[in-house]
Antibody
Framework: QVQLQESGPGLVKTSETLSLTCTVS????????WTWIRQPPGQGLEWIGC???????NYNPSLKSRVTISVDTSKNQFSLRLNSVTAADTAFYYC?????????WGQGTLVTVSS | QTALTQPASVSGSPGQSITISCTGT?????????VSWYQQHRGKAPKLIIY???KRPSGVSDRFSGSKSGKTASLTISGLQAEDEADYYC??????????FGGGTKLTVL
């Protein structure tokens, strides 16, 4: 059974960089697409972007200028960096497996942006 | 990127059937058969219940079914049960090489 676990700071200062890592267990990161999705508290889901295990990426056009997703196959991990954060970036951040659909999800981690 | 349009809420009694609509455009739902649906219980991560418009992942009840007509996709839940009370989100591939979610629908089982 594939499991995903997000990790990273729960509090980030305004204008700084949000960094999260997703560790995949129970399966290999190779051969799959991996996705980041976020959800502001009490609101809907937003697709951030995804990466193929080879490193090829696709990003939400509305976030593209601030987002970088990377993969480390040796550690079975992939990561999210979001630059120049504001309060609007406060959300639960989920990592998940898949591209056209996401079948395995992490439990999510709340990242709060505050000055 | 404009979110797909879903009703904010729907409700039904146990045993009944309900349908949740997801309306997009000719650049997303109307153009591709990459519509998926997710169920999210309060405080939990979303769970995939339908993919590629009509397909059901292993382990998902056959009470859940998906369809599409033109620019509108639909999720139908038959034989409504108390455990079905949750938020439901649709998602579609778009011509911008990205994905867009619907705004979500809160299902209340009366």
């Amino acid at each position: 059974q594939v499991q995903l676990q997000e990790s990273g700071p729960g509090l980030v200062k305004t204008s700084e960089t949000l960094s999260l890592t997703c560790t995949v267990s129970g399966g290999s990161i190779s051969g799959n697409f991996w996705t980041w999705i976020r959800q502001p508290p009490g609101q809907g889901l937003e697709w951030i972007g995804c990466i193929y295990f080879t490193g090829s990426t696709n990003y939400n056009p509305s976030l593209k200028s601030r987002v970088t997703i990377s993969v480390d196959t040796s550690k079975n991990q992939f990561s999210l960096r979001l630059n120049s954060v504001t309060a609007a970036d406060t959300a639960f951040y989920y990592c998940a497996r898949g591209f056209s659909y996401t079948d395995y999800w992490g439990q999510g981690t709340l990242v709060t942006v505050s000055s | 990127q404009t979110a797909l349009t879903q009703p904010a809420s729907v409700s039904g009694s146990p045993g009944q059937s309900i349908t949740i609509s997801c309306t997009g455009t000719s650049s997303d739902v109307g153009a591709y058969n990459y519509v998926s649906w997710y169920q999210q219980h309060r405080g939990k991560a979303p769970k995939l219940i339908i993919y590629d418009v009509t397909k059901r992942p292993s382990g998902v009840s056959d009470r859940f079914s998906g369809s599409k007509s033109g620019k509108t996709a639909s999720l139908t839940i038959s034989g409504l049960q108390a455990e079905d009370e949750a938020d439901y989100y649709c998602r579609s591939y778009t011509s911008t090489t990205a994905y867009v979610f619907g705004g979500g629908t809160k299902l209340t089982v009366l």
